[in-house]
């Protein structure tokens, strides 16, 4: 279906392009529909400048840079009741960058299938654990005083939406009741309507504004994209300042990073917090360092060690890791952070199709894994819970080796 839809969309900007009528807009749908084709995922996810609108975030200061202290990966990790070949299971998920920091320094980096160091990746839904950083930055300094608030007091044009009364704190823990497909590979899911909004220059605002609610708010925790986007639009009015620039004022500025961060826009510039940002795979590892260490970089707070605290912590039975029939996962979940089952001082920010920052303190570890996997959503994503066995694997590998740096709470 994808294809043929691609097929028509090709032929019909083949036909008008004399006139030069719309021709950006419907290239950018074209390759929007062709996104997560397997002969041009991988492609596609290093180079989204290249396919949708953006706007960039300029790097400053001293870069912090990485020791290096190469250490090899264990063979296999365990799954189940088997062993899995770890270089198997690599090529399998079609992993594009693996970087594993063990304190300050990298043990592991590489990258895969003709990509490299420089290249900004797409994060998908990890950039929302970056939005819930800079919110909680906002709440910090009291201008989102109250979670129990509704989402309407500070964005009214959701007034009369399925976010009506809905609170922030809810819209959080995406238990929002909102009803929403979140499947990929569905042509006509209400992710990929967001995606073609996206390609032909529709307003990320008005979409959310004609969402519908299906539950009641703070009982079920369903996995909803478009929750993120909300809270974009409450940080903006609390804080009044575009997204862009409160994110490099609090956070990016501060992280150190080596490149630029690219985040995707609608045609009206507002980022695609719930997805878009693009950063390079060390980038990704900074951020992962920084919640590792409690929101410290350098002796200065830059995001609320509590906020990271309350961020990972689920504090309602819809939200618990375990299966349970409140929940369309088994993973738990706090604020826009996944927290995995059996969790001992580890949590995850994740992207479809296999991106990953994987946190785990009391081994003083982070992994970034980038992927182009067109099978991550099969088998109930179980492809999640083969990431997870392999980076307890990882981590457990470098449990002997002695840290360097790490950063009390305290």
Known sequence: ?????????????????????????????????????????????????????????????????????????????????????????????????????????????????????????????????????????????????????????????????????????????????????????????????????MAFGGSFDDFAASLISDREQGTYMHYVSIDTHVLGMVLRAATDMDIVDYFDEKLWSKLNTERDAIYITDSQGEPMVLGGLNLISRDYARMGKLYRDFGRLNGEQIIPAQWIEDSITPDAPHLMPGKRANANTHFGYGYQWWIPENANEEFLAIGIYGQYIYINRKADVVIVKNSADINFMENGYESMDYAIAAFRAIAKSLSSEPSQGNISEN
């Open 1 to 197: 279906m994808k294809k043929i839809v691609g097929c028509l969309i090709l032929l019909l900007i083949t036909t008008i392009s004399f006139a030069g009528l719309y021709r950006n807009e419907l290239l950018q749908l074209y390759h929007t529909v062709r996104l997560f084709d397997s002969e041009v995922i991988v492609d596609n996810f290093s180079n989204m400048k290249q396919i949708a609108p953006t706007k960039t975030i300029k790097r400053s200061g001293v870069v912090d840079d990485f020791g290096q202290r190469p250490l090899p990966l264990p063979q296999q990790f365990g799954y189940q009741d088997g062993n899995v070949d770890m270089q198997g299971w690599l090529r399998s998920s079609s992993t594009t960058a693996l970087v594993v920091i063990k304190g300050d320094d990298i043990t592991f980096e590489e990258y895969y299938q003709g990509t490299g160091e420089y290249d900004q990746r797409i994060s998908w839904s990890m950039a929302k654990s970056f939005l819930s950083a800079i919110f909680g930055v906002a709440v910090e300094e009291g201008l989102i005083a109250d979670l129990q608030t509704a989402v309407t007091e500070y964005v009214p044009s959701l007034i009369g939406s399925g976010y009506d009364g809905v609170s922030v704190k809810n819209v959080l823990q995406m238990s929002s009741g909102i009803y929403f497909n979140e499947d990929y590979g569905d042509f006509f899911s209400d992710i990929n309507k967001f995606g073609r909004i």
